[in-house]
């Protein structure tokens, strides 16, 4: 079994910041990509960054310039560190992998089980 396990949301102030971590495990060969989606109430869900095992990245034209994504040093866990945020930023957000539970590359997408993160104005 895989699990993505997210924490680090909370309530903050405009203005303010959050650092929010994903940590894969499980029986997982590989990870490609990870991805960081956020859905606001009444909203469809929404790409927010992706980071490549390459720490490719790219991010959401909403975001640029207040978000990063990193990935930790043995590639299973992301990060999403949000700085300046606005309380349009307020929603839950959902940790996503690619995974590979086998040698020969089989990637399949998995889905943490969100964190809410709400900005106050």
Excluded: H
Excluded at 90 to 119: E, F, K, L
């Amino acid at each position: 079994q895989v699990q993505l396990v997210e924490s680090g949301g909370g309530l903050v102030q405009a203005g303010g910041s959050l650092r929010l971590s994903c940590a894969a495990s499980g029986s997982i060969f590989s990870i490609n990509v990870m991805r960081w989606y956020r859905q606001a109430p009444g909203k469809q869900r929404e790409l927010v960054a992706a980071i490549t095992d390459g720490d490719n990245t790219n991010y959401a034209d909403s975001v640029k310039g207040r978000f990063t994504i990193s990935r930790g040093n043995a590639k299973s866990t992301v990060f999403l560190q949000m700085n300046s945020l606005k309380p349009e930023d307020t929603a839950v957000y959902y940790c996503n992998a690619d995974i590979s539970q086998t040698v020969r590359p089989m990637y399949y997408s998995y889905w943490g089980q969100g964190t809410q993160v709400t900005v106050s104005s």
